[in-house]
């Protein structure tokens, strides 16, 4: 299969998973269940899932009184999209077909 196939199908895997996540953890806050830990909800966004956290973020109103995710999503967002905008006009083309 092509890179950017499996790219594509990653994100959209880990974008799901950092959306699921926070309704998830919203589900068990109003249960006040066992939680899922900050730190991991913020690492699916590192790797990717910023999108579908913030969405989540959004949707389940969930973390929105947080300052470092109501700050910290986008802004992870944006540097994953400025990475990727770097990487495509960099003048080291690598090959990915």
């Known amino acids: 299969m092509n890179v950017i196939i ?18 998830i953890d919203k589900a068990r806050a109003r249960k006040r269940a066992w939680r899922i830990p900050e730190a991991h909800l913020m690492i699916v966004a590192l790797i990717g899932g910023s999108v579908g956290s913030i969405l989540g973020m959004w949707m389940f109103r969930h973390k ?34």
């Open 64 to 97: 929105t009184k947080h300052r470092y995710f109501v700050y910290g999503l986008p802004v992870i967002l944006i540097l994953q999209i400025a990475i990727v905008v770097a990487v495509i006009l960099s003048p080291l083309q690598i090959s990915l077909f």
């Open 6 to 23: 499996w790219l594509v199908i990653y994100l959209v895997v880990v974008n799901l998973l950092g959306f699921a996540m926070m309704g």
